[in-house]
């Protein structure tokens, strides 16, 4: 009967205790004690051994079977299970404190590259995606020459557009009588011109001028390839963007990874600390807690892994906005408030086919080509060149003999040699022009291809994370309780147990890469349809 009674008791207490089960895994129970009374050891074998306790983290001794077994429970709050938002710091020093120190030691001008020639940035440690793709347009070496190139062809638009310069010329002449430098004695005085015939000097002034339109036309040109090298920034911008979205998401990732392998650390502490407590008491066999405290390591290394994935990740997205790759980074951001509603295929595409910057570039190339085609038929057209003079006849080495006067000369250049300069010109700008078409077609289709494959990858991402965040995790979880519950009162289940917990952590790192995926590839589709992902 009082042993009918004892374990009455303590099936009570183990089903009042299955919701405060559940609270101690996420942290909510801070501290409990529990005293486990004076028992005979035929009393703990004939009643089947009264439930211990659900514990965070349990301090048992080995005591003699007839002692009174002492357990004190504490039970440490867990950290914030809000996805993403308040990232955990990294540290390592256990595993290498040298390396550690080395990895988050403050940037210096001593162990500054030399290759770095902007120095280390102080900008923001703490960023959202937002600042950091602003980050992005103003400080990516890559962007910064694909600007300064812009403005390089803009700044040929109006020396294309300005006037020839004119020539300037001076004509000397008047060399002495019977020179040897007066070729046939041009300079021998005769009669009629006593001193020579060449004894004069000229300045004359020539300014060429193109046929009408044809300045115009090549500056319109110009102008028109310089936008088109704008857009082709802008397409570039959206693909570093689409690569920085895609680390941010990364390490958000390994963030979420290392707040789940740590309550899988504390969940192992306590399956560790309830199989000392029942090995103390006979009732489990010491290879229990042995493979408990083993599978606890094999969690603690896999946060070594994901701690140095988490740094490389950090290092890349400084590298990637501009910054030092040491200097210190923390990221923001929210999974839920950042799946946002994703427009349907048919509005992706239509955006994309009429605001992406690449066909947007491909589309100026294509009215630049068509422009070159008008301007190689204006190459039949004759230029100009208007030339004027002013001459005396007074020489270097004699007085001034006449009276000065002037001349105007209009020069016609002409194309020669049949035109065949010209007719060819034509025809490179004409094949110039039915590339840029063909281009431009394929372009329009690599985009509307590439849509609809990032569409198709967002899809499958999506319905990854929401079946695994449904079904499998909640799952896992009632698995692991039930396990839990069931040795916890005695039961014969350790291994279920540990294949439980193993499971759930598993699909616990599986959700965060499966949300990780979801994020990027809502991000990569924004950015194949020309939008920026926020």
């Not at 183990?14 to 009374?37: P, W």
């Not at 500054?112 to 120095?119: E, L, S, V």
């Not at 004359?204 to 319109?220: E, N, V």
Request: with cysteine; proline share 6%.
């Amino acid at each position: 009967m009082k042993c009918r009674e004892i374990y009455g008791q303590g099936y009570k207490n183990s089903i009042s205790t299955d919701l405060e089960a559940a609270d101690l895994i996420h942290g909510q129970i801070k501290t409990s004690e529990l005293i486990v009374a004076r028992a005979n050891p035929l009393m703990w074998v004939a009643c089947a051994f009264a439930p211990l306790f659900f514990v965070a983290s349990i301090s048992a001794q080995t005591a003699p079977t007839n002692s009174a077994i002492p357990a004190s429970v504490t039970v440490q709050t867990n950290e914030s299970k809000d996805s993403l938002s308040a990232p955990p710091v990294v540290r390592n020093e256990s595993a290498n404190p040298a390396n550690a120190a080395s990895l988050f030691a403050p940037v210096t001008k001593s162990d500054t590259p030399k290759i770095y020639t902007k120095g280390a940035p102080s900008g923001p440690a703490e960023m959202d995606l937002r600042q950091l793709w602003n980050e992005l347009k103003l400080n990516n070496p890559q962007l910064s020459s694909l600007r300064e190139s812009y403005l390089s062809a803009k700044a040929t638009v109006p020396q294309i557009n300005a006037p020839a310069n004119p020539q300037v010329g001076l004509v000397w002449s008047g060399m002495p009588a019977n020179s040897p430098l007066g070729l046939g004695g041009a300079n021998a005085p005769s009669p009629q011109y006593p001193n020579g015939i060449s004894s004069n000097n000229s300045i004359s002034i020539a300014q060429p001028f193109q046929f009408p339109g044809k300045k115009s036309l090549a500056s319109d040109i110009a102008n028109t390839n310089a936008e088109a090298l704008l857009a082709q920034s802008e397409s570039t911008y959206l693909q570093l963007g689409a690569q920085l979205s895609t680390l941010y998401y990364s390490a958000l990732a390994s963030q979420k990874q290392l707040q789940v392998l740590k309550e899988s650390v504390m969940r192992l502490e306590m399956i560790k600390n309830v199989a000392k407590a029942r090995y103390s008491n006979n009732a489990a066999a010491y290879v229990e807690y042995l493979n408990a405290q083993v599978a606890q390591s094999a969690a603690q290394a896999d946060q070594f892994i994901v701690e140095r994935q988490l740094s490389v990740a950090l290092n890349n997205i400084n590298t990637l906005v501009g910054r030092h790759s040491r200097e210190k980074l923390v990221l923001r951001g929210d999974v839920r408030r950042a799946m946002n509603s994703v427009p349907t295929l048919l509005e992706l595409e239509d955006y994309a086919e009429t605001s992406h910057p690449s066909l947007k570039s491909s589309a100026l190339q294509l009215e630049a080509a068509r422009k070159g085609v008008d301007l190689a038929k204006k190459a039949y057209l004759p230029d100009f060149q208007v030339v004027g003079s002013s001459f005396t006849p007074r020489g270097p080495f004699s007085a001034n003999n006449g009276a000065m006067f002037y001349q105007l000369e209009l020069d016609l250049i002409i194309p020669l040699y049949f035109f065949t300069k010209e007719k060819y010109g034509v025809e490179q700008a004409q094949r110039n022009q039915a590339a840029a078409e063909a281009g431009n077609i394929s372009n329009r289709q690599q985009i509307v291809l590439a849509v609809n494959g990032a569409y198709a990858t967002y899809e499958q991402a999506k319905s990854q994370a929401q079946f695994l965040k449904e079904r499998q995790v909640p799952q896992a979880d009632t698995a692991y309780k039930v396990g839990l519950t069931q040795y916890s009162n005695n039961g014969q289940g350790f291994n279920d147990l540990l294949t439980a917990q193993t499971q759930l952590r598993s699909l616990e790192v599986q959700l965060a890469l499966a949300e990780s995926n979801l994020l990027q590839a809502q991000a990569v589709l924004l950015v194949t349809s020309g939008k920026e992902p926020f």
